[in-house]
């Protein structure tokens, strides 16, 4: 069932990626080579893509959202296994995993057409 909106969604992208980009040093891993920069390259890309994504809070709408929820579906799951992945699991895994499942989480549960755009085009139907 999907009932976050699109918008709220949005926020929470920008939030998710500041706040995944900083985890580092919040939770102290920043020594960790590994696991920092994993964060760091999660949490840029999801901002960067949300930039692009069509929807309320993007600035360049190029990105369709369900294409969007696509990359932070697989983003999320990657990110999820990283700490195995990338062998840094016995100094750091919870911040990963739990920024990663998160994002699985919201792809699964946000609307897939933003509202402003619903709204637009059900205003130009009428013109």
Do not use: C
Not at 13 to 35: H, M, R
């Amino acid at each position: 069932m999907r009932f976050l909106p699109t918008r709220l969604h949005g926020i929470i992208d920008y939030l998710w990626g500041v706040a995944l980009t900083a985890s580092p040093w919040l939770f102290g891993f920043a020594d960790v080579t590994a696991a920092k920069w994993v964060a760091i390259v999660f949490g840029l890309g999801a901002i960067l893509y949300s930039l692009v994504t069509r929807y309320e809070v993007g600035l360049l709408p190029l990105l369709p959202m369900p294409l969007h929820l696509g990359l932070d579906g697989v983003a999320g799951f990657i990110l999820a296994i990283t700490p195995w992945g990338f062998g840094f699991a016995e100094q750091v895994y919870l911040p990963h995993v739990a920024f990663g499942l998160f994002s699985v989480a919201a792809s699964l549960v946000t609307r897939t057409e933003p509202t402003r755009a619903a709204a637009v085009s059900s205003f130009n139907v009428g013109s």
